[in-house]
């Protein structure tokens, strides 16, 4: 029985457990309800998370480009905790632990403890720089691409289907947040077809091919059961995949892509770089040497296309958002790890070397990541304080603007956030009276934007809203303001495309509408009475 316990009561494991709880509330220190003011994605996300729980139909009633499993995760976390950002946030605590949990055990099992370790803190480096307020579509698919590499890491080159099966269904999980999230499960795929290709191992890779297929098959057809029984089947596709896929076209741009890595990740865009010098060299090496057919050579051959893939797949907009490079989170992580395993030894002296693996480097990272993030540690401090001892004052971080909407209005009444900002309308508990988040790209020339227009308008014009919060400030050169005199000064840079619908929704505003104060540099209008 003890001999059975002993491997659960790991020291090394159990200080990297520790080690890992202190780095995640380290990285969602940035999403902190109690002090961080929400966010534009994140804020419609939690938005739009609560309206399902009212009753309203994803994609008719609320509509946004990505897939629905991010409005899901959102529900869940209002349900957790109601009226409050702290549902999410434990979810997106427990949905980062688990990811790097399952990341750790991959390469320790592989590579051994020290690599792990290293590979963690470079995973963790890089979700810093670019998890900013968080719950975004690319942070809670790190679970499944981390779990795609435990499976793909652990199965030997047996007979078995369900390995493929299984990380098929995690890449149709992943796509089901946004399109570009499944990198790690179709590096795998990439993988298998190059091996077997220089194999000739044509059944056993087409078997294995399509058991990935079979298993992200099974998800697609699932999801589409359900939306069709809901009668959402056509909104779905036309708003997840078909505006998203016409949004891409022509706008891929590698070296771009390549450039904005490299200014949000720093210096562990070095560390990613060593690695995967390193992986194309054993890999060249096996091939001179012909040692194609073993486990090594395809996990090299994935470490060598994963990179690419997720380069491509986070650029294939052309833009360059920082969260886009979360996705990159686990080729981090696995690069670093290899990194180390590969070169350490060259880099490193034998006390360094004989050191890391133990127990005392993960509660050394411990102690030094602490002392010096001492603000974060009082930041938790003070939220513990009035998580557990103050909360009649509330547990999220309140705003002025939330609570003069509050006070002035009705919980009925609809109130328009003109900008996209529909975080706003969370925080003050107040629907929007459009099923559409207006922002900058439903202001671009996208050939679905014309008839998003008109519906947007007729939205507000059918059921007016009793507050309008211009919120063009976000985005000044893409938002044009409800302010006449700050749109005309606005002119002189416009990038947006000014549909005629909108510009009858400004007339409607204009008529309608009266000026009433401004709160944080939004401008109020009330409706006329």
Known sequence: MLSRLKPIFDKNLLAFTLLLAWLVLLVLNQANPYLVPIGRDNGFFLYAGARLLAGKQLYLDIWDHKGPAIFLVNALGQLLVQHSRWGIWLLEYLFIFSAFFIGYLTIKRHWGAAPALIGALTGFLVLQNTLGRGNLTE??????????????????????????????????????????????????????????????????????????????????????????????????????????????????????GLVAGFKNLGVVFYVLLAGYTTAIVKLAIALRQKQTRTKDFELLAFLVIAWPVELTLSSLSGLKFVHYFICWVPVAFLLGSFAYQALSENLFSSKVLSFLPTWRANILFFLLTMVFSIPIVLNYAVTFQALAFNRQNGIDLNDRLSDFIRSTTAPNEPVLVWGGEAGINFTSGRHSPTRYNLFSRLLSDHPMNQAISERFTADVLENPPELVIDGWKHSPDSIPSLNPTIQAQQETRRVWSDFPAYGRLRDFIANHYVYETTIDGYEIYRLKK
């Open 139 to 256: 942070e809670y698919p790190l679970l499944f691409n981390f779990t795609a590499a435990y499976i793909f890491f652990r199965t030997s080159q047996k007979k078995a289907l369900w390995p493929e099966v299984f990380v098929g269904a995690l890449f149709g999980l992943a796509f089901l947040f946004r399109a570009n999230n499944g990198g790690v499960p179709l590096s795998i795929g990439l993988a298998i077809l190059l091996t077997g290709l220089l194999n000739q191992e044509w059944a056993r890779t087409f078997q294995r091919l399509a058991g990935l297929a079979l298993g992200a098959a099974v998800l697609f057809i699932v999801t589409a059961l359900i939306f069709a029984q809901l009668g959402t089947l056509q909104a779905m596709f036309e708003a997840a995949l078909l505006y998203n896929f016409l949004d891409t076209q022509g706008q891929l741009n590698l070296i771009t």
